[in-house]
């Protein structure tokens, strides 16, 4: 038996191919989850993002300020929204509705012509630098041009002081620390894999050591059985956020301007999202292989098109629908929001009831999947 003989790798080869073929779902998604990265990659991730929502407040209606909106639209980088008030404006940037507010003061075009400079106040939403910078850039870069056709001669000479001047206040971030971005949206996507794998693998292992069976035998219902089997990993989730949070306030001093018990019950519904998930995935699989790949197929698009990675306005239409239906793209502005911004439930809301929605959703598939698996 010593050496090597063709004839007995040829028989191995056969076997192993002729096992492959049996294995199709785990041929299906190792084949699937390259191009899935493909064209994730290829058509939804832009790291310049364009047509930002930007607010437009004026309170002097002229033609230097349809000169001046029309050079920002004109960049492509800014999508103008007419707003009538003060908190309107103020409440849209804490929802995270708009990531820029223009201010244009009154009598405007009174102190252009005067020569007077007048300031054109401009906030940008920080908690996520990288959205805003090329926007930011852009900005500074075609204000000083925007008036020029509509300038009297007198004051079109280069030596000339600038019509207006351009004050930028970056809020919630106003040193723009990468790591106030980051570490937020890192309790999300830290949850995201321990709760949802080590629930799909749990379940899976369980089954390929044949004691699933056992369950068979017991008098508990599906429903029951999927509480049994998800609630001790809510317990271990919280754990995870207290070493979390505690990391992030004494370490990389992230402040948390919002209520603290918030946080925590929307990260609680969160985990309910990625336990359910992990159980509906638990039936679907029949190998802890199988399980890591489907959770693959969950992760990998949250990743990329939740908002944490890449800037999430500057994907396109299709690719942010596809993102509003995931649970991380949510849970990572409630953490921002909260953490950053210091929202309450009012603007926390938007993004809370679809996580609960999708919880429920899918918890009721999870236990409908687990009662078809018994039978």
Not at 55 to 75: C, G
Not at 116 to 128: F, N, Y
Not at 238 to 263: D, M, N, R, S
Request: net charge neutral; with cysteine; aromatic share 8%.
């Amino acid at each position: 038996m010593s050496g090597l003989s063709f004839s007995r790798l040829y028989a191995m080869l056969i076997k192993e191919f002729l096992q492959m073929r049996r294995d199709r779902g785990t041929i299906g998604i190792t084949v699937m989850l390259p191009i899935v990265q493909l064209f994730l990659f290829g058509y939804a991730i832009n790291t310049n993002p364009r047509h930002l929502p930007t607010a437009l407040l004026s309170a002097d209606h002229s033609a230097y300020e349809r000169s001046l909106t029309f050079a920002m639209v004109n960049s492509s980088y800014f999508d103008l929204r007419d707003y009538t008030s003060e908190k309107a404006v103020d409440q849209a940037l804490n929802r995270g509705d708009i990531l820029f507010a223009m201010r244009i003061p009154p009598n405007f075009a009174r102190s252009v012509d005067r020569g007077e400079s007048p300031e054109v106040l401009v906030e940008a939403d920080s908690t996520d630098p990288v959205a805003t910078a090329s926007a930011t850039a852009a900005m500074v870069s075609v204000a000083p041009n925007a008036l020029t056709r509509d300038l009297p001669p007198n004051m079109r000479q280069a030596a000339a002081k600038p019509p207006f001047t351009v004050t930028l206040h970056n809020k919630y971030n106003p040193e723009q620390i990468t790591a106030l971005n980051i570490v937020p949206g890192l309790i999300g996507v830290i949850l995201s894999f321990s709760t949802l794998v080590v629930t799909t693998l749990a379940i899976t292992r369980e089954r390929e050591a044949g004691t699933l069976e056992n369950l068979l035998a017991m008098p508990a219902s599906p429903l029951e059985v999927m509480l049994g089997k998800i609630i001790p990993y809510i317990g271990l989730g919280y754990v995870q956020v207290t070493v979390i949070l505690l990391v992030a306030t004494l370490v990389f001093h992230v402040p948390v301007a919002g209520p603290l018990p918030l946080l925590v019950l929307a990260l609680g519904v969160f985990i309910a999202c990625n336990l359910s998930i992990g159980f509906t995935l638990s039936s679907l699989a029949t190998t802890q292989m199988q399980a890591q790949q489907l959770a693959m197929f969950v992760l990998l698009p949250s990743m990329l098109l939740g908002g944490f990675l890449f800037p999430f306005a500057g994907m396109p239409p299709w690719a942010q629908d596809i993102g509003q239906v995931l649970p991380l793209t949510h849970i990572l502005r409630i953490c921002r929001g909260i953490l950053l911004k210091g929202n309450s439930l009012p603007e926390v809301w938007p993004d809370l009831w679809p996580m609960g929605l999708f919880a429920l959703v899918v918890g009721t598939i999870a236990v409908r999947s687990y009662r078809q698996t018994l039978d």
